[in-house]
């Protein structure tokens, strides 16, 4: 069975530039989650959408945003990037939005330079 | 607001030992509790999941507890080696806009 793909691995943008980042659940999950990690704020939680809705929020600017698909694939972007942005951005998915185990992926490593 | 912590930030260890990581939550009313491990530079591995009504979850060395009255959660790992070295992270999930909140984690090192 295979796990949550996310790509691609590693980017390198410049301030301004926007970025779209890819994750691919495990088949037959319906939801997915999307999270920040840096070593200051640890993991912070992006947004979670479920069935091509999003479901819930996190307390991030309007730069970020998102969608999925009807194959449940979702996509992540981040438009006016800015050196903050640089993270580890890691995508979960699990059956359904609720008391069901996550799934991670290896996440995409963006830096912004 | 949901707080989460974990105790200690860091844990060094010889091979062998038990040891004990510590999640604690300001709300107690949470759908489940999940611990994950993290090794530098990947993703998250699930280790256990216990849902609300849960006392307590075992997969192979280790075991999971909840009390949720307490806010507390503890993660043991009996026999540690080296291969256990990892950061150590409780979840909390929730019904509200920040639907998991993470702790910090903990540091773990295994020596040989």
């Known amino acids: 069975k295979a796990g949550v793909t996310q790509t691609p691995r590693y980017l390198i943008k410049t301030r301004g530039q926007q970025v779209t980042l890819s994750c691919s659940p495990i088949s037959g999950h319906r939801s997915v989650s999307w999270y920040q990690q840096t070593p200051g704020q640890g993991l912070q939680f992006l947004f979670e959408y479920f069935s091509e809705t999003q479901r819930n929020k996190g307390n991030f600017p309007g730069r970020f945003s998102g969608r999925q698909f009807s194959n449940s694939r979702s996509e992540m972007n981040v438009s006016t990037l800015e050196l903050g942005d640089s993270a580890l951005y890691l995508c979960a998915s699990s059956h359904d939005t609720m008391n069901t185990e996550a799934f991670f992926g290896q996440g995409t490593r963006l830096t912004v330079v | 607001k949901q707080e989460v912590t974990q105790i200690p930030a860091a844990l060094s260890v010889p091979e062998g030992e038990n040891l004990v990581l510590n999640c604690s939550f300001t709300?107690?009313?949470?759908?489940?509790l999940q611990w994950f491990r993290q090794d530098p530079g990947k993703g998250l591995t699930s280790l256990l999941l216990i849902q609300s009504s849960q006392r307590e979850q075992t997969s192979g060395r280790l075991n999971a507890s909840l009390d949720k009255s307490s806010g507390r959660s503890t993660l043991y790992i009996a026999a540690s080696q080296p291969g256990d070295s990892a950061t150590y992270l409780c979840?909390?999930?929730?019904?509200?806009?920040?639907?998991?909140?993470f702790g910090p984690g903990t540091s773990l090192s295994v020596i040989p």
């Open positions: 709300d107690s009313a949470i759908y489940n």
């Open positions: 979840a909390v999930g929730r019904a509200s806009y920040d639907k998991v909140i």
